[in-house]
């Protein structure tokens, strides 16, 4: 039955309830007056539903090989759990070589550095069980799970900002901000944001369209917002329809009509302080940073930004993550892949943060 007819998910189509029932003759309880046939049943509901996941990185892409790759000196510490979907060879949690018949890993480790969750777990292999550690130093079992199933996007079907979800039409053009001093940015329409020297930059709450020029940030320069999310788009974005992005769907790269796309850099001692979008009632509620889907430029998040506060969900979905230097970031990376690199330790804590929603299947009843 779909809905189920009875229990307490009854009426709520996202469930199907099955019962079976089956005849049995009986021979020896007749006995004690039990009668035949005699009827047995088994009743079980299962559903879909969204549940939080837990992850400070998703990365995405089946057939990015690595899908995370730590290169150099460099730590990456998850307060959370690493779900890595590509299927490359390597290693097995058990150290048994996976032949899958694809190459490279889905995870590589080289150098010193290492990776440390509370959980990791990888549709392929690795190159280095060793590099792999619990978050929790107490724990002396390896977090890592390979093998385990493709986690879906949990961001597939977000719509992206338009003015009827309170993005503003208003367009403010190319920003290049390069002189000493403060200046504070209002929701709107941006073709590119470039901060460099030593300029402190206020965000006022809501959307930011970047369209098609990224967002770049250098020297000794400060972007900082309560509230806010950026939207990295195409030049041929309509922040009015939402098209073309809301055309994207499940495509795949490349965007059709040759759009121009920038992506984000932020190097040097430029520092990050950005909360996230905040409405209970909006899609967005809990993303500080949303990259339309066939937006392939990537984000570098590099420099000595220590000071950094990045709160909430980083959405690119074919976009690579570079990371690197030093920094903490209340942050869930959903991405293409990820690059660490560099001698620094950088830390992502997912704790209280509105985190993103994959529905699953689970048995119920």
């Known amino acids: ?42 009743r079980a509901v299962a559903g879909w539903e969204g549940v939080s996941v837990s992850a400070g990185v998703i990365a995405l892409d089946k057939t990015a090989r690595p899908g995370i790759n730590l290169t150099g000196n460099g730590t990456l510490k998850v307060n959370g759990s690493i779900l890595v979907n590509s299927d490359g060879g390597g290693l097995a949690a058990t150290g048994q070589s996976i032949n899958n018949g694809n190459s490279g890993n889905a995870i590589t480790t080289s150098g ?46 977000l719509s992206p900002p338009t003015t009827a979800t309170r993005a503003v039409a208003t367009n403010f053009g190319a920003i ?31 959307v930011y ?29 309509n922040v009015n329809t939402g098209l073309p992005d809301s055309g994207d769907g499940s495509s795949v790269p490349p965007a059709s009509g040759n759009p121009s796309f920038g992506g984000v850099s932020i190097t040097g001692n430029a520092l990050l302080n950005l909360t996230p979008y905040a409405n209970s009632s909006s899609p967005f509620d809990g993303m500080v940073y949303y990259q339309r889907r066939l937006n392939t430029q990537p984000l570098t998040l590099a420099g000595n930004g220590s000071s950094d506060v990045l709160k909430g969900t980083v959405y690119a ?49």
């Open 1 to 42: 039955s779909i809905p189920p007819a009875t229990g307490s998910h009854a009426g709520n189509s996202n469930f199907a309830e099955v019962t079976v029932q089956n005849a049995v003759t009986v021979r020896f309880i007749r006995i004690v007056g039990v009668t035949s046939p005699q009827v047995v049943s088994a």
């Open 317 to 365: 979905k074919w976009a690579p993550l570079d990371l690197s230097g030093n920094g903490t970031f209340n942050s869930q990376f959903v991405v293409q892949r990820l690059d660490i690199t560099g001698n620094g330790t950088l830390i992502l804590d997912v704790t209280g943060q509105h985190l993103a929603q994959s529905d699953q299947v689970f048995l119920v009843e």
């Open 209 to 237: 369209v970047i369209q098609g020029g990224g967002l770049t940030m250098s020297g000794n320069s400060t972007l900082s917002g309560s509230g806010v999310m950026l939207y990295n788009t195409g030049s041929d974005y």
């Open 112 to 157: 010193n550095g290492a990776l440390y969750a509370r959980d990791v777990e990888s549709v392929g292999g690795v190159s280095n069980i060793s590099k792999i550690k619990n978050f929790d130093p107490s724990i002396p079992q390896s977090p890592l799970r390979t093998g385990t199933v493709v986690q879906p996007d949990p961001y597939q079907s």
């Open 176 to 206: 290049k901000l390069s002189v000493n001093g403060n200046v504070t940015l209002s929701p709107g329409v941006y073709t590119s944001i470039d901060v460099s020297a030593n300029v402190n930059v206020t965000l006022n709450p809501g």
